[in-house]
């Protein structure tokens, strides 16, 4: 099932040319589009479905500095300072809250690894503090279980993934960007080595500059192109309850369940690290990159071996032509089922952890499928074989908080203005040439 999202207006008259295209209207998408149409450039985004549709409407809508991999830190850092003037700079709701993180647990390891990433997190100046058993039990009141410890990360916090694509691209209008929903981009034109369009299913659109942010589905976009593109698909769970009595005021991480309250009194909800793979054409090819992340994660994951991702989605084999109908638009909408399992002990976990949410309801599930790289960091980078195409993709779980910065980034490259941070880390070809990759980032 869909999870809910704001319905963006399309514009009125398809251009035939553009100073940049954006491909895909998740919040990669959206923010470079925002940041472009800031700029003063005409830019297309088209989208094969609608707006924020697959992951960037599904997700937690955490936006966390806290335990991130340090390559991403000065990116994130950047991104919340963003979101905290999106609000006022686009004349939308994207809920963004500086609300503050808590984690707490009973394990050592945990605390451990939180006291050995804020170490190396205050050279960024991140403000997180370990807290003892007494400071966990007080930041989580009306909690059953005796903490050993916990985490505040008081400058994180969290947007809402129902507003916050379709809030930038409403901005991004505002100021003459065009968007065109159930209209997929089936392939880019390219004259003398460098890219010179795009088809899509309403025709070319004349453009020197591409931004390919299309989440699930770059890989399987860039291989008709001849880039070996190696993301891993895995299938998450997330769900919304029923508004209850609050019991919990802010965004929480306990070993059994994530939430995060909503204004409502609704929580989202989902049990951290879980996940399901489902794997096609595409999880076969890129086997053995992905073969030390599943290994480390199994316990974590189920496999779901069945013939449909290999004819159907972004997993399935094979090519197309551009003149006629592409697996993007076989496939509008990509809505993986929620693992009713994951869904059921999300639930029990917070019914058990507060006896004051004894009743709380199911609302709503839904699953989003996750791109992820082999070392967790995406990929924010110019492709050296194909000049005027920048990807944005391969956001490994956690692309929705770093959303705006990895908007400004592509813009920077596909405008080539100097960029707002060092892109090295996010560089394509450290995935073909393997430099860097022995280095696994964090989720
Ligand atoms: C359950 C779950 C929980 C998560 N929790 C968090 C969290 O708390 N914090 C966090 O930071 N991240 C979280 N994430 C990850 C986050 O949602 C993603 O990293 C982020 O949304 C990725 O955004 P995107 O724009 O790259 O991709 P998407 O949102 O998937 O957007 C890609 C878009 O491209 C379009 N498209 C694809 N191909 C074409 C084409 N050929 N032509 C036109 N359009 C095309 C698609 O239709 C889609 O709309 C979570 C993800 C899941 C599933």
Known sequence: MPAPIR???????????????????????????????????????????????????????????????????????????????????TGEELGFRRSGLVYATQEESD????????????????NSSILTAEQAKAMTPGST????????????????????????????????????????????????????GVWTERGLIKTSRVICAAGAWTSMFCRRHGIDLPLGNVIGTAFRTQPIEQAIAMPLYTPGFACRPQMDGSYTVSVSGRGRLEPGAQGLRYARQFYPTFKSRRKNLTLNLGLSPFFNGPE?????????????ERMRILDPAADAKIVEEGLAAMRREYPALANLRLAQSWGGMIDSTPDAIPVISTVAKL??????????????????????LAADLATEATPIVDPTPYRYSRLVDGSGLETPGMM
């Open 145 to 196: 279980t005796s903490w050993r410890g916990g985490l505040s990360a008081p400058t994180d916090g969290h947007a809402e993934p129902s507003l916050a694509a379709p809030g930038l691209v409403a901005g991004a209008l505002k100021k003459g960007a065009l968007l065109f929903q159930q209209c997929a981009v089936r392939g880019l034109d390219i004259a003398g080595g460098r890219v010179s």
């Open 316 to 328: 399935a084999m094979g090519g197309w032509s551009f003149d006629r109908e592409s697996p993007f």
């Open 111 to 126: 605390i451990a690894a939180w006291d050995k990433w804020i170490q190396m997190a205050k050279g960024y100046g991140v």
């Open 387 to 408: 000049p005027g195409l920048v990807l944005s993709a391969g956001y490994s779980a956690h692309g929705f908080g770093i959303g705006p910065g990895a908007g400004r």
């Open 7 to 89: 319905y963006v207006q399309d514009s009125a008259n398809f251009p035939d040319s553009a100073d940049v295209v954006v491909i895909g209207a998740g919040i990669a998408g959206a923010a470079a589009t925002w940041e472009l149409a800031k700029q003063g450039l005409k830019v297309v985004l088209i989208e094969k479905g609608l707006v924020g549709a697959e992951q960037s409407s599904r997700n937690w809508g955490w936006c966390r500095q806290q335990n991130r991999d340090e390559r991403e830190l000065p990116l994130i850092i950047y991104a919340l300072q963003r979101w905290g003037e999106l609000n006022d700079e």
